[in-house]
């Protein structure tokens, strides 16, 4: 992982809304859950993904994927791990520090979560060693 999420402490404060990881152009783009592709197009000049999925509560979860270019049009059922676009090259946005990466977003509404809760996946937290739980 090249950055991790950062909660703004305000909607319109600066944070790091999503994760990177280090991808090369051209890499697969896969389907973090099951859903619906709501959209495929430039946002800011740079390609997105965005798949809804309607079964994970009110509102649902969205997740969002860049830069990524589309390979399924919008309005087509994924299944978890289906390949929904490739990453883009560089944008010269320079999101990674100029490295080649996936942002992968993750929301409910308007609020931004981290990727990784999607899949039960929380704070680390270190023990001290011989810890019983």
Not at 2 to 11: D, V
Not at 37 to 45: H, M, R
Not at 74 to 93: D, E, F, K, R, W
Request: charged fraction near 10%; glycine fraction near 16%; include cysteine.
């Amino acid at each position: 992982m090249l950055a991790r999420f950062e909660a703004p402490p305000k909607p319109w404060a600066a944070g790091h809304r999503g994760v990177d990881l280090a991808a090369a152009p051209g890499s697969a783009v896969r389907a973090a859950a099951p859903g619906v592709v709501s959209y495929s197009g430039p946002v800011a000049g740079r390609p997105v993904v965005t798949v809804i999925h309607p079964a994970s509560g009110t509102p649902p979860l969205r997740t969002t994927y860049l830069p990524v270019t589309g390979a399924v049009p919008v309005g087509t059922t994924v299944a978890a791990g289906q390949v929904i676009g490739h990453v883009a090259g560089s944008t010269g946005t320079g999101h990674c520090g100029g490295n080649d990466c996936l942002h992968w977003g993750l929301l409910r509404g308007d609020r931004y979560l981290d990727p990784p809760a999607l899949f039960g996946a929380g704070a680390s937290r270190l023990l001290p060693l011989g810890h019983a739980g």
